[in-house]
């Protein structure tokens, strides 16, 4: 089992910054891909980006690519979104999520394990 515990999120003026975290705990943090999802009002959960076991590769969502980092800490069993340039259409909640069986899934079902989410609101 893999517990997970996303902060970081708030409210910010479009064209700012944030950066999430996501805290694991439980078996091996380094075995799992890791990946940012987020889901807006109205819409269907969405991938925004993919750490794999060791951080060497990464994998993002078209609409983030240049403004998204996604990172992680294996020591500190985290893996961060520093997310930058927010417009109001990233307003959703964010979801970070863990893999034990593949590296940079796009899809939410290839992933185990969830964390509750973490609001971020981007006003105009």
């Known amino acids: 089992q893999v517990q997970l515990v996303e902060s970081g999120g708030g409210l910010v003026q479009a064209g700012g910054s944030l950066r999430l975290s996501c805290a694991a705990s439980?078996?091996?943090?380094?075995?799992?891909?890791m990946g940012w999802f987020r889901q807006g009002p109205g819409k269907e959960r969405e991938f925004v980006a993919a750490i794999s076991w060791g951080g060497g590769s990464t994998a993002y969502a078209d609409s983030v690519k240049g403004r998204f980092t996604i990172s992680r800490d294996n020591a500190k069993n985290t893996v961060y979104l520093q997310m930058n340039s927010l417009k109001p259409e990233d307003t959703a909640v964010y979801y970070c999520?863990?893999?034990?069986?593949?590296?940079?899934?796009?899809?939410?079902?290839?992933?185990?394990?969830w964390g509750q989410g973490t609001q971020v609101t981007v006003s105009s």
């Open positions: 999520a863990a893999d034990g069986k593949h590296s940079l899934s796009v899809g939410f079902k290839q992933y185990d394990y």
């Open positions: 439980g078996r091996s943090f380094s075995s799992y891909a």
